[in-house]
């Protein structure tokens, strides 16, 4: 496809995107209910809080690393969209409801790449738990990922191994569909819940700044470490639950 038509296919009209906004755009999945970010109801979009205090998940995370990480890039994604946003046809409507009608749209990809990644990093927040809190995989969760994987061990793997291939800049997520769970990779500010029937379950970043300051160039120990130590097992369950109603 040129240019052209896809330019002309990804011009969102009104109506059209009105209909995204009903939930029925696109084919964007239900996103569940813990990991919506606000409505922007005709005011700016705000930085939501953390889940913890910026210390707490040192020092695998260090306190350094969450303020750069959430107070610098996060909320720098947050102020670009609101930049964006005012007199558009996309003002006044939930931040998932902007990713999916812009998704896929070249003549929308800033307001794509900024609503995403503000989305993207709110649901890593609460992917995230200071170690020893995250709880383990709800019984159902648990079952789908043997059934998926055979182990929870050969699930981290997975996760691990979407983490460390992909180039560049992005996001591991576990995934469900139709009470199926898989690990997907997406690029950039890419995410999994524009795609018909996927909900995110917990995701991991991988974009240099999620972990250089501490890690350096060792992605794949900073992987390890939160897959160890850090993953809200308590958040992918109660998401798995949404999916499966």
Not at 57 to 82: C, D, E, M, R, W
Not at 95 to 107: K, N, P, Q
Not at 192 to 206: A, E, H, I, N, S
């Amino acid at each position: 496809m040129n240019q052209a038509n896809l330019s002309r296919l990804c011009t969102v009209s009104r109506r059209t995107f009105m209909t995204a906004a009903a939930g029925a755009a696109a084919g964007c999945a239900t996103v569940p209910k813990g990991a919506r970010c606000a409505a922007v109801s005709g005011a700016p979009i705000t930085l939501p809080p953390l889940p913890y205090a910026q210390d707490a998940l040192a020092p695998l995370i260090s306190a350094q690393t969450l303020s750069f990480h959430y107070g610098k890039h996060h909320q720098g994604y947050v102020n670009t969209l609101n930049k964006l946003l005012p007199g558009s046809s996309f003002a006044g409507q939930s931040l998932e409801a902007v990713v999916c009608a812009t998704a896929g749209c070249a003549d929308h990809a800033a307001l794509f790449n900024n609503a995403a990644q503000v989305w993207n990093h709110t649901f890593y927040w609460k992917s995230l738990a200071p170690a020893g809190s995250g709880g383990a995989p709800s019984a159902a969760l648990a079952a789908a990922i043997h059934a998926a994987f055979g182990s929870m061990e050969a699930c981290n793997k997975a996760l691990a191994d979407a983490a460390l291939t992909q180039f560049g800049s992005g996001w591991a997520w576990l995934v469900a569909k139709k009470g199926a769970v898989s690990v997907v990779k997406t690029p950039n500010a890419e995410t999994p819940f524009t795609q018909k029937g996927v909900t995110p379950l917990l995701t991991l970043d991988v974009w240099e700044h999620a972990y250089y300051l501490d890690w350096q160039n060792r992605r794949a120990d900073y992987v390890k470490a939160v897959l160890d130590k850090l993953v809200n097992w308590s958040f992918a369950s109660a998401n798995y639950a949404v999916a499966k109603a």
